[in-house]
Nanobody, 121 residues
Framework: QVQLVESGGGLVQPGGSLRLSCAAS????????MGWYRQAPGKQRELVAA???????NYVDSVKGRFTISRDNAKNTMYLQMNSLKPEDTAVYYC???????????????WGQGTQVTVSS
């Protein structure tokens, strides 16, 4: 069984920074694409940033230039550096990963439990 554990959320003032981490553990043959999603109260969950196994990245327009997604394949860990945070960035942030558990199994998608990010003065 694969587990994703997020950390690094919290309360920060507008203009501040936070760094989220997502550590994957368990039976994994290969981790493919990974991504950060967020869900604000009353809104649908949205993809914030994604990164391929080779390091290609994509961002939603609202965070371009402020957020940076990265991963350390040796540590099975993904990061989200969030700078110049705005109140509208307030949400629960979830990590997601496409994992091939063994060579013979198809890819499955896993979610972390979420970490709260609150941007407020």
């Amino acid at each position: 069984q694969v587990q994703l554990v997020e950390s690094g959320g919290g309360l920060v003032q507008p203009g501040g920074s936070l760094r989220l981490s997502c550590a994957a553990s368990g039976s994994m043959f290969r981790i493919n694409a990974m991504g950060w999603y967020r869900q604000a109260p009353g809104k649908q969950r949205e993809l914030v940033a994604a990164i391929s196994s080779g390091g290609t990245t994509n961002y939603v327009d609202s965070v371009k230039g402020r957020f940076t997604i990265s991963r350390d394949n040796a540590k099975n860990t993904m990061y989200l550096q969030m700078n110049s945070l705005k109140p509208e960035d307030t949400a629960v942030y979830y990590c997601n990963a496409g994992v091939k558990p063994t060579l013979w199994e198809v890819e499955r998608y896993y979610w972390g439990q979420g970490t709260q990010v609150t941007v407020s003065s």
